[in-house]
């Protein structure tokens, strides 16, 4: 069995929440000796925000696709991806109501984007008809409200 070259520290932390039975259990293993366990951890946690927003940037945005042989093709692709993103951002930033400001993309597309609705022809008007079962309803209209509000 090998072990390692030199030596690492290894820092652990157990936490339990308030409203749940088990513990939850996390280790780090670092190489830096200078740094207390708490703010290790701090580090770390800030860490998992941001490769959240990669995971959202790629698998909500399709930031990662590059369908086309050509360079400017797939990089105007990503240029509108990043520009979607940044709307994105401002509109949780801006119009969401509080407390939903950290849904991700593929949240708001099945709470807010994606609602059942049927378009009626009716004497030279065109009526859009939402679904009355929706269940996200109070979030879209709360949503809607703070949008007219701005």
């Known amino acids: 069995m090998d072990t ?3 030596p690492y520290r290894v820092v652990a932390r ?8 088990f513990y939850q259990y996390e280790c780090v293993v670092t190489r830096l000796t200078s740094i207390s366990a708490a703010d290790l951890f701090k580090a770390y946690d800030q860490r ?6 990669i995971k959202e940037t790629k698998l909500g945005f399709y930031l990662d696709k590059t369908n086309s042989h050509d360079y400017l ?4 692709r990503m240029l509108f991806s ?3 993103y940044n709307i994105v951002q401002v ?4 119009v969401l109501p509080t407390g939903k400001h950290d849904f991700q993309i593929t ?3 099945l709470r807010l984007f994606q609602i059942p609705a049927v378009l ?3 004497a030279r008007k065109f009526i859009l008809k939402l679904s009355s079962n929706n269940i996200f309803d109070n979030f879209y209209w709360e949503t809607l409200a703070r949008r007219q509000a701005l």
């Open 120 to 122: 009626v022809k009716h």
């Open 14 to 21: 157990i936490t339990r929440n308030c409203d749940k039975i």
């Open 4 to 6: 390692w070259s030199k």
């Open 73 to 76: 093709a797939n990089t105007f």
């Open 91 to 94: 509109f949780k930033q801006s």
């Open 48 to 53: 998992d925000i941001v490769e959240n927003n």
């Open 107 to 109: 949240t708001l597309r």
């Open 82 to 84: 990043a520009l979607a």
